[in-house]
């Protein structure tokens, strides 16, 4: 639980801890977050899997399909937001990030390349969402893998927003990366 009597550097400090354990972890429950962006005209949210983050650069790595209408969400607009939850604490963490785009570098090549399990969903025959009347055509794989349509979506955090449920006292704040600033907030 979050002690708002602690100095804002410890309680930060704390937050970026849960963050850092669901990249790792994957049995973490907030490993699996939500990525929300906006199209043209509405926003748009998905469930995607946190796969590292750097305390220290505040940045953290989320993997995708060069394909995915993501993408040109991020062409057209850099900025998401990230939403980690954690049922055990009932802390919900809203971070807003700028996102870049990685595809061919070295390093996605190198990660695409030591992958395990997973490789197949970076190497449909197809994007991501294309419509088909079967089931089955959905499935299909391209005959060899590759790491050309693997992209590292990584993100830079700017702000973020936490309240966890600690009835009576529930917790509410906001910090921004950039100013080194904590705003207590009415939960």
């Not at 449909?124 to 419509?131: M, V």
Request: glycine letters at 2%; charged letters at 30%.
């Amino acid at each position: 639980m979050l002690n708002p009597d602690s100095e804002s550097e410890e309680i930060i400090e704390e937050i970026l801890s849960l963050i850092k354990r669901a990249a790792v972890d994957k049995k973490h429950p907030m490993h699996f977050m939500i990525l929300g962006t906006t199209n043209e005209k509405t926003p748009e949210m998905r469930y995607v899997v946190w796969r590292s983050f750097n305390p220290k650069e505040l940045t953290g790595q989320i993997y995708t399909d060069k394909r995915s209408d993501k993408i040109n969400h991020f062409r057209n607009n850099p900025l998401a937001q990230l939403l980690f939850y954690h049922p055990g604490r009932k802390c919900q963490i809203k971070v807003n990030v700028e996102v870049l785009i990685h595809v061919n570098t070295p390093e996605t090549n190198a990660i695409f390349k030591e992958m395990q399990n997973g490789r197949e969903a970076y190497n449909t025959l197809e994007a991501p969402g294309t419509k088909h009347n079967n089931f089955e055509d959905t499935k299909k794989i391209k005959p060899e893998f590759n790491s050309e349509d693997f992209v590292i979506l990584e993100t830079k955090f700017l702000s973020m927003e936490v309240l966890e449920l600690n009835s009576p006292n529930h917790v509410r704040f906001a910090f921004n990366f950039k100013e080194e600033k904590l705003d207590w907030l009415v939960p």
